[in-house]
């Protein structure tokens, strides 16, 4: 035997680097609360159905409670020899209180355990998250009330499109970052089913009564069956799936705002203190907060495709593969949590510059659609339209005149549909008032607009 917990059957002690090896404290010490909360439910239960007297049960609890104490005193002695964050707590708990400590583990397994623990922190981590994704998305949506007339050129391919406002811009990111929540609330619940009473595989020989700690712990329910209860690890592939989403959309998000704040651009200003400066060139103002964002989106992929490769054809039940799945996890929660949090500061200080947007839309033929659009009101087939607005474009280029620029004349030359009040579909204004419909940019669409994401955030 040896000093392990585990260690009756050994005849010799673990190889030193064996025991570094398959450590996983150095990580997994940040789920001492949720261990500690586990054994406080599991103990709680025990007593409960008879497996551990009351006494036992409260000396478990204070010596647990002293634990949590020191961890978060900084004064507890983490040990590699003891492998995980279980084994720790575990034995700093029969030092403390004495053989009763031995009791604890009774009925459950570090397979039923560990499963257990990162569900709980899991759940907490979401709803941290989730919190941070509303804190943006009501950033969002508090700009894009204000700037709900303010123009500027709609792209797609990168070419002027089509005017829009810049509110609608906006919301178009609240939309997505709407559908991330959706996905984080929906995966939360299959976060939520609780493994414990597993115990290594199979279940166990005492009485417990799983729906005693699924209450005390807040679960919803209790997984069906026991080898998949401990070894499955789905639901944080489905976290790292919805947060690589969510990372997805924030990194469109931050390209944009870097282009935006180029002097090319010149659309947005970012306040300094989400800036840096460079070392050489003395005029530089880098956007490094949306930078740095669109550069860890690929951090996040990779823990999805590090959590998906770990669980490919692992057998039933647990492995120790398992153990890995702690780290990407960690970095992924960690990261989706950070990148929100800097945008929820962020987003609420960024400026639009009004003046350089508009001019940018009055550039490039933006309200082209309108004329065409124009010219069927007045019976013409689209097709034909299209291409007398072409020929205007064409003209226009040469001349270097926009559409609003032209004479009456000038048009008319293109078709002799085109009167005076051509001019009213060719402003800006007129573009962007005339697309007033659900999901449309008109002004008067974008406030409706934020309403509906207000009552949205609010239910
Ligand atoms: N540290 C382990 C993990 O993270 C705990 C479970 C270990 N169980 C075992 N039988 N080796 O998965």
Redo the contacts with the bound molecule.
């Keep these: 035997t040896t000093n392990q917990s585990w260690g009756g059957r050994f005849s010799e002690p673990v190889d030193a680097f064996v025991a570094r090896f398959?450590?996983?404290?150095d990580f997994?010490k940040r789920l001492y609360k949720q261990d500690i909360q586990g054994s406080i439910a599991h103990a709680t239960m025990l007593a409960r159905v008879g497996v551990l007297s009351e006494e036992e049960r409260d000396s478990i609890i204070a010596g647990l409670h002293s634990i949590q104490s020191e961890i978060e005193a900084g004064q507890f002695d983490w040990r590699v020899d003891l492998?995980?964050?279980?084994?720790n707590i575990e034995a700093r708990l029969t030092a403390q209180i004495g053989v009763t400590g031995k009791k604890l583990h009774t009925g459950r397994?570090?397979?039923d355990?560990?499963?257990t623990d990162i569900r709980l922190w899991l759940r907490e981590e979401i709803d941290v998250i989730l919190v941070e994704l509303q804190r943006l998305q009501t950033g969002l949506l508090d700009q894009a009330e204000r700037h709900a007339a303010v123009i500027m050129p709609g792209f797609t391919h990168l070419q002027t499109a089509q005017p829009v406002t810049f509110g609608h811009h906006l919301l178009a990111w609240f939309e997505m970052l709407s559908r991330d929540r959706e996905r984080l609330l929906d995966c939360r619940k299959r976060v939520n089913r609780m493994p414990l009473g597993s115990a290594?595989l199979a279940g166990t020989t005492y009485p417990i009564d799983r729906s005693i700690t699924c209450e005390l712990l807040g679960f919803d329910a209790v997984s069906g069956n026991s080898l998949d209860g401990v070894s499955d690890r789905d639901f944080a592939i489905e976290f790292c799936a919805a947060a690589s989403l969510a990372m997805m959309h924030m990194s469109r998000f931050s390209e944009e705002l870097v282009l935006w704040t180029s002097a090319q651009f010149n659309f947005i200003e970012l306040p300094d203190r989400f800036c840096t400066g460079s070392s050489i060139m003395p005029q530089k103002k880098n956007p490094d907060v949306p930078e740095l964002v669109r550069g860890k989106t690929g951090r996040v992929y990779g823990q999805l495709m590090s959590l998906l490769t770990l669980m490919k054809s692992q057998p039933l039940a647990?492995n120790?593969d398992?153990?890995?799945?702690?780290e990407p996890l960690f970095d992924a929660v960690d990261t989706l949590r950070d990148c929100l949090r800097a945008f929820a500061d962020m987003i609420p200080a960024i400026q639009p510059n009004v003046e350089a947007m508009r001019e940018a839309a009055l550039r490039g033929f933006s309200t082209a659609t309108d004329l065409a659009d124009y010219l069927v009101r007045r019976g013409l087939p689209f097709r034909d339209c299209h291409e007398i607005v072409g020929h205007a474009v064409k003209f226009g280029v040469e001349s270097g005149k926009d559409l609003a620029e032209m004479s009456l004349e000038e048009l008319r030359q293109f078709s002799d549909q085109i009167e005076k009040d051509v001019f009213d579909v060719l402003t800006l204004e007129g573009s962007v008032n005339a697309r007033d419909h659900i999901g449309g940019t008109a002004p008067a669409q974008v406030r409706a607009a934020v309403v509906r994401g207000r009552d949205l955030l609010a239910s």
């Design positions: 398959t450590a996983s404290v997994d492998e995980d964050v279980h084994m397994s570090r397979n355990q560990v499963a290594a647990y120790k398992n153990q890995e799945d702690k």
